[in-house]
């Protein structure tokens, strides 16, 4: 008898769980929370809004060590530093970047190689030979004002206007759009990179 009222149970409880919208695992998960008489763990991947400007402010602090790494260590210095930053903030080992720089043309338009973004931040490579190196302009600060950003679980998109001030006080602001996506280790990965100077009338 009491196998019969616990499998019955069960069941009307499957059957409410169906009707919430509730998976089998989510019924369990609030069962126990109820029997423990504590609330159960939630773990969850979802990008938060601070997530994704902590990674904008480390993009424009990185950009700006690099001009600076320039003028204190060459070339040899900057590169070191673009190539770490694309290690760290990109998401090269998912596959192509969708990168298209502020300041590029056909046929190297869009960069979708680890290769072609360090090109495009230091030049120095033959295989570019258009790129004088974006990162290596003096700058001083980067202020970025985004329009709107879009938060879809582990993935994320932004746009908006960056506006990098150079050590002589002029300010270049293009529109930037960027899309994020976390990796196996919790960081961010920049795997969508749009620049474009806007249109002037």
């Given amino acids: 008898m009491m196998q019969t009222l616990t499998r019955r149970n069960l069941v009307l409880g499957l059957a409410l769980a169906g009707g919430l919208g509730l998976s089998g695992a989510a019924l369990a998960q609030s069962t126990v929370a109820k029997h423990t008489g504590s609330p159960a763990p939630v773990v969850t991947s979802n990008i938060t809004e601070a997530e994704v400007l902590a990674a904008q402010r480390a993009w424009g602090e990185a950009l700006v060590q690099i001009s600076k790494d320039f003028e204190t260590g060459g070339i040899a210095k900057a590169k070191a530093t673009a190539n770490a930053v694309l290690d760290a903030a990109y998401g090269y080992q998912f596959g192509p970047v969708l990168f298209k720089p502020t300041l590029t043309t056909a046929p190297q338009t869009f960069r979708t ?25 003096g700058w001083r600060s980067v202020e970025i004002r985004n ?52 249109v002037t009338k």
Avoid at 113 to 128: H, I, M, P, Q, R
Avoid at 152 to 165: E, F, P, Q, R, Y
């Fill in 113 to 137: 190689t680890k290769e072609g973004a360090l090109a495009y931040f230091v030049g120095d490579n033959k295989s570019y030979p258009a790129d004088t190196g974006f990162a290596l302009k």
């Fill in 147 to 198: 329009v709107a950003i879009q938060l879809h679980g582990d993935t994320a998109l932004s746009m908006g206007n960056v506006s990098i001030t150079d050590k002589s006080g002029k300010v270049t602001t293009v529109d930037k759009t960027w899309g994020y996506v976390r990796d196996d280790k919790g960081a961010l990965r920049i795997v969508l990179h749009h620049s474009s100077l806007p």
